[in-house]
């Protein structure tokens, strides 16, 4: 069994900064491509960004590019997403994922183990 909890959530004035960090437990977290969702309320989960095992490859959303970084410390077992610049819009719970496919993943059904999510509130 595969387990991932998210930390580092909380509230930040708009232009802030957030880290939020996912760490991984019940499997080797270096093997896999792990990435990054989001939840807002009233809205569908989706998409912030990918990073691939070995941490070659990145990948983020539009929405975000330029302004978020995913990287991963695998001797940690750790994945994290550094948020600069944030915008009431990034305001959602964030979800750290664990897909079996190799590459970067953009879409949530291309993951097969989630976290617990934790809260960013970015305010105006």
């Known amino acids: 069994q595969v387990q991932l909890v998210e930390s580092g959530g909380g509230m930040v004035q708009a232009g802030g900064s957030l880290r939020v960090s996912c760490a991984a437990s019940?499997?080797?977290?270096?093997?896999?491509?792990m990435g990054w969702f989001r939840q807002a309320p009233g809205k569908e989960r989706e998409f912030v960004a990918t990073?691939?095992?070995?941490?070659?490859?990145?990948f983020y959303a539009d929405s975000v590019k330029g302004r978020f970084t995913i990287s991963r410390d695998n001797a940690k077992n750790m994945v994290s997403l550094q948020m600069n610049s944030l915008e009431p819009e990034d305001t959602a719970v964030y979800y750290c994922?664990?897909?079996?496919?190799?590459?970067?993943?953009?879409?949530?059904?291309?993951?097969?183990?989630w976290g617990q999510g934790t809260q960013v509130t970015v305010s105006s």
């Open positions: 994922a664990l897909s079996n496919i190799a590459g970067t993943r953009t879409s949530s059904h291309e993951y097969k183990y």
């Open positions: 019940g499997r080797t977290c270096s093997r896999y491509t």
């Open positions: 990073i691939s095992a070995s941490g070659g490859m990145t």
